[in-house]
C-alpha cells in the first residue's frame, strides 16, 4: 500500500519537524551535502551521513523546501558545487583559520607595499573547445602599490622553437615550456626565481 505523501504542517504535527531543520537542510546543500532526493527509499537512502536519525525521520520534500524559499526571500542559494573533503574539513577549523589571518596581518604590517602580491586564481568555468588550439598559460602579478613583474608564459611543446623568442615580445618576459601548456611543480619553482627579478 502507497503512503500519501504528507505536507508541511503534517510532517511537523506527526515528528515535530521545525523550520529549524529545513534551515539545517539549507545549510547542507550549501556545503554541497545535497537534499535526499524524492525518490529515495522511505529511510531517506539518499541523505548524508551528517543529519541525526530523528532529523532524518523528519524529511523535508523539495516541494516543502520550495515553499519555504517562498516564505524567506531572504535566503539566497546557490547550486551546489563539489568540494574535495579536505578543504571541507579545512573551512570548518576556524580557530585555525583566525590564528592564520592574524599571522597574515602581522607579516603585511611588516612589509612594504610593493612586496605584497596576491595570488586569485578565480572560479572561471572552462570550456573545451574542438579543434587546433595550442595551449598557453601566463602568469602574471601585480603587488599592492602597482609594481607588476614581468610575464612568465608557459607555451606546450617539447621544445622552444627559435620562432617563439624572434618576436617583438620585451626583453623582460620569460618564456618555459610543458608538454601540456600548463604549470607544474619545475615551472612554479622557475618562476618563484624569476619573481624576484
Not at 3 to 26: C, N, S, W
Request: proline share 3%.
Amino acid at each position: 500500500m502507497q503512503q500519501r505523501r504528507r505536507g508541511f504542517r503534517e510532517t511537523y504535527a506527526r515528528y515535530h519537524a521545525d523550520e529549524h531543520l529545513v534551515k539545517k537542510y539549507i545549510r547542507l546543500i550549501k556545503q554541497g551535502k545535497g537534499l535526499p532526493k524524492p525518490e529515495s527509499d522511505s529511510t531517506g537512502g539518499a541523505m548524508n551521513a551528517c543529519i541525526s536519525i530523528e532529523e532524518e525521520r523528519a524529511i523535508i520534500t523539495y516541494l516543502q523546501l520550495s515553499r519555504f524559499k517562498k516564505r524567506y526571500p531572504e535566503i539566497s542559494f546557490k547550486k551546489e558545487k563539489p568540494k574535495e573533503i579536505i578543504r571541507i574539513g579545512a573551512e570548518l577549523q576556524i580557530p585555525e583559520i583566525q590564528a592564520w589571518f592574524a599571522e597574515y596581518r602581522k607579516v603585511i604590517r611588516t612589509q612594504q607595499k610593493a612586496r605584497l602580491y596576491n595570488d586569485e586564481e578565480g572560479e572561471k568555468a572552462y570550456i573545451l573547445q574542438l579543434g587546433n588550439k595550442e595551449s598557453l598559460t601566463a602568469v602574471d602579478a601585480i603587488s599592492a602599490a602597482g609594481k607588476a613583474i614581468p610575464s612568465f608564459l608557459i607555451l606546450s611543446a617539447n621544445i622552444l622553437l627559435e620562432d617563439y623568442t624572434a618576436s617583438t615580445l620585451n626583453d623582460d618576459i620569460i618564456l618555459t615550456r610543458t608538454s601540456s601548456g600548463y604549470n607544474n611543480a619545475d615551472r612554479a619553482f622557475q618562476w618563484l626565481q624569476h619573481f624576484n627579478w
